[in-house]
């Protein structure tokens, strides 16, 4: 089509060893100024693929075909240097995990800036001073000193996000965006792509919040199994979808699940499980000037599900790690049954690939942990099949599976322990509604087949609603807003 800033003609990607498997099947679409594009979808479609494919970033065990067409300049999908040439100044990207973004040794602040410097040609003072305004935008005014390790993953992702609008490319590509951020947090990310749409730009977005194409406007399409099912209009393919499949993803929305209701079989039973697993008084976390959490009291017993809910960045991790065990508080005490052996006590990461040994094929990973534990070998199995993942995913290494995948092979690795209490931390950000939803029901349920707990991580107000039995709501203690 003529006039559009991207246009994209039968772009596939396959694997290129054999048995090639098609992973993105001729995609099609195209995108003018002023508009946004959201693709919605299931976890593993294919989805960040494209996105990849579109920016010519794919890993290179996987092949490209097909025309992409960025204004005026026409490029074969299977030549990825000649999309490269655009990179920073017409063609952005934010890819899903906001750490391969990141340059882990360089503060927040000159890591924005940087963009402003070499993408615009800003002198360093007035590039600090643009990348100060747009991380005081997102809530981070307060951390752009920071290292990346020193961010949790919603800081990491804005500041990665903040680097990648700098450039002002025209054809900005965002993979999730918004995963993992409160509510407030998540308007003031649609509000930047809006300024984008605005100043003339498009955006190509994935999500899974459907607040998202609500807000933006512009193409909503659907994927499923590397293809497209369903494209049109928001209004129209959210209000009166075509496929089934679309309706089922829509209808999955978390807002819209029932409440696991099961307060009395918690505290049934012999009188062994009424001794708390854990109980801490008077919690307070400080860092420097900075309180995060303050008296914090919290008692947890077998078969309760507790969440900690608060905005992006308020300390919900540092609490959960705190009562695990994994940090010592500024002051307050836990302490937990103490016939349980540590390992009873486990965490699900937020950040799946942080999880995982990079070089390692993860069925090795798995296989290593399972003999740690003196389990058979391949004791995760039965959960990997309950979570719809195929035992081949664990031939290749932790890069080379779809985020969502790889969070549920996290989550497999655990359940197999049978471990008296999980510390779930966001666990199913990178997944869509639908396979959100089997998840937490899977978890939910080995969690009470086992006894166990389970002390939920979520900035998702409904996720906590719905699923726990109790809330614990930080974030009343931070000095500014959205910090
Ligand atoms: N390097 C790779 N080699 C083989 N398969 C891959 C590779 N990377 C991703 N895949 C597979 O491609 C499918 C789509 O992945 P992806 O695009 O990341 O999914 P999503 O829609 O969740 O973003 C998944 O099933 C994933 O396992
Ligand atoms: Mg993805």
Redesign the pocket.
Known sequence: MSGALLDVRDLS?R?LASPH?T??DEVSFSLHAGEAFTLL????????????AIVGN??N??QARGVIRVGKREMRAEHAGEQRALWGRELALLP?EPWAALDPTMRALPQVAETYQLVCGYETKEARARANTDLARLGLAAHAHKFPHLLSGGMAQRVAFAATVAGGAPMLIV?EPTKGLDHALRDQIVSLLKDVLAAGGAAFV?THDVSVPRSLGGTVAV?RD?QILEIGPSDTVLQQPAHSYTRALLAAEPARWPIIDDASMCRDGDPESREPLLTASALTQRFGEHTLFQNVDVTLQRGERISITGPSGSGKTTLGNVLLGLRTPSAGSVTRARELHPQAFQKLYQDPLAAFAPQLQIRVALRDLMQLHRLQDDAYLPWLEKLGLSDA?LD??P???????LQRIALARILALKPALIFADEPTS?L?PISQQQTMALLISSIAEQGGALLLVTHDPFLAQKLTHRQIEIGDMRDEPNV
């Open positions: 990607v694997t498997t992973l993105v979808g299931e976890s593993g479609s294919g989805k960040s693929l494209l996105a990849q794919l890993p065990t996987l899903q993979d994935i994927m590397a995913l290749r290494l890069a080379q599976v779809s985020g969502g995948e990178r869509d």
